[in-house]
Structures are given as C-alpha cells and as structure tokens.
C-alpha cells in the first residue's frame, strides 16, 4: 500500500477537475475523479480514499445529498464541501451531514489542503464576537436559502420592503459569493 494520499473529486466541471487533480498531483496527492454520483459510488468501490472534495452543486443534483451516502460506503472518508454560491444554512446543513469542513469557490490548493489540517488540530476559537452587520448578513442569507433565493418570498419573511432588501443584497454583494 502507498504512503501517498489518495483523494476523490466530484464535481460536473470537467475542466475544475482536471485542473485540481493536475495541482494536487505537484502537491505529492493522487486524486481520482467523478462527475456524477454514480462515478463517485464506483470509485469508492475501487479504491480506499483518504479525502474526497464534493461540489455542493452537481449539474443540478445537490451534493448534500450524495455526502451521507459517501459516508455510508466510507465512514473514515473526511469530505469537504466545496461550493461557488456559500452560505452559512448550506454550511450547517454540510457540517450536519457529516463533511469536515466547507470552503467557497474559488481555491487554491493551499486553501484546499489546509481545509483538511485543522483535523490534526486543535479548532481556534474566534476571539471576539461576530459584528451586528456580520449578524445581519447570515440572517439574511439563512432566510434567503430556505425561500431558494426568492428576494419577495424572502423580503416578506423578514418583514421589510423588497427594495430594502435588494438594496443591502446590493450593498453587500460579497454576501452572496
């Protein structure tokens, strides 16, 4: 058996895959690569994977709901969630499901690897309290997820305008990425 880490990606970009696997690789980390869930579930069938990076979105399938069945095959599998549109809902709902962590698009391979290394260590506890807006932000964006990005659905949830909320959507835009 190899000492080298070996790693699954899933996600339906095919060139996302290529271009990762192709930088893990310089990294001294083999991967195998799926862009399905079925692709994935075979892989798993073949190989032991220490790692395995899952899209949040696969061509419209949600990789939450492939993670517990990752788990299923593989119960040592530390997987982390990888997602171009993050939230703090979807964020928890990951962590629930048991991924180890959840980085937003996009990444470096540093980022990446180091998403997998606080496992080797002790958490870091944040020093000071999260701000009022930073509150506000999550609030916005957890109600925004369960009405499925519905400004109206969304506006009348939180009992305020529509444009208002457009307006701090606007205003904030780096909430949504």
Same mark, same amino acid.
């Given at each position: ?57 696969? !061509? =419209?399938?949600?990789? @939450?709901?492939?993670? *517990? #069945?990752?788990? &299923?095959?593989? $119960? ?37 690897? !180091? =998403?997998?290394?606080? @496992?080797?260590?002790? *958490? #870091?506890?944040? &020093?000071?309290? $999260? ?47």
């Amino acid at each position: 058996m190899s000492s080298q880490p070996l790693w699954l990606l899933i996600d339906d970009d095919e060139a996302f895959l290529q271009i990762l696997q192709r930088s893990l690789l310089r990294q001294n980390i083999k991967a195998t690569t799926a862009q399905t869930a079925q692709q994935a579930i075979a892989a798993l069938a073949d190989h032991h994977f220490s790692h395995c990076v899952l899209d949040l979105n696969l !061509a =419209g399938e949600s990789g @939450l709901q492939l993670l *517990p #069945e990752l788990l &299923s095959y593989a $119960p040592d599998l530390a997987v982390l969630v990888l997602t171009g549109y993050g939230s703090i809902a979807t964020s928890v709902e990951a962590m629930r499901r048991g991924a180890v962590n959840y980085l937003c698009k996009p990444v470096t391979v540093n980022q990446l690897i !180091a =998403g997998f290394e606080f @496992l080797n260590k002790a *958490p #870091e506890v944040r &020093s000071e309290p $999260p701000s009022v807006e930073e509150m506000e932000r999550e609030h916005i964006q957890r109600v925004l997820d369960e009405h499925d990005g519905n400004i109206s659905a969304t506006a009348r949830a939180l009992h305020m305008h529509r444009r208002t909320l457009q307006r701090k959507l606007q205003k904030h835009s780096h909430w949504r990425n």
